[in-house]
């Protein structure tokens, strides 16, 4: 059975710094992309950060660059997302995602297994 868990969410003031982390399993780790995503209540879901398993190259939405950082503990099966200098527009549910793909991209159609989500809450 496949499942992705995400973890590591919570309250943090503007400033502050959250690391999430995506637990995978069911799956081939290494011939999969991760990548986050994440929705806030009323706006469509974005595609925040990717990388892929294999080469270990990355991809950072402009909202974010600069201040997150992806990473990716093979033997774990574990991607993380260090959130830096966080804003109160980061507030929303994180979500993480698994693609057969070799190249990461924040398409979400091109993911095939979701997480549950995590809630992140900036506070200004």
């Known amino acids: 059975e496949v499942q992705l868990v995400e973890s590591g969410g919570g309250l943090v003031q503007a400033g502050g710094s959250l690391r999430l982390s995506c637990a995978a399993s069911?799956?081939?780790?290494?011939?999969?992309?991760i990548g986050w995503f994440r929705q806030a209540p009323g706006k469509e879901r974005e595609g925040v950060s990717c990388i892929s398993s294999s080469d270990g190259s990355t991809y950072y939405a402009d909202s974010v660059k600069g201040r997150f950082t992806i990473s990716s503990d093979n033997a774990k099966n574990t991607v993380y997302l260090q959130m830096n200098s966080l804003k109160p527009e980061d507030t929303a549910v994180y979500y993480c995602?698994?693609?057969?793909?070799?190249?990461?991209?924040?398409?979400?159609?091109?993911?095939?297994?979701w997480g549950q989500g995590t809630q992140v809450t900036v506070s200004s």
């Open positions: 995602a698994a693609a057969g793909i070799e190249v990461c991209t924040v398409v979400a159609g091109l993911y095939d297994y």
């Open positions: 069911g799956f081939t780790f290494d011939d999969y992309a």
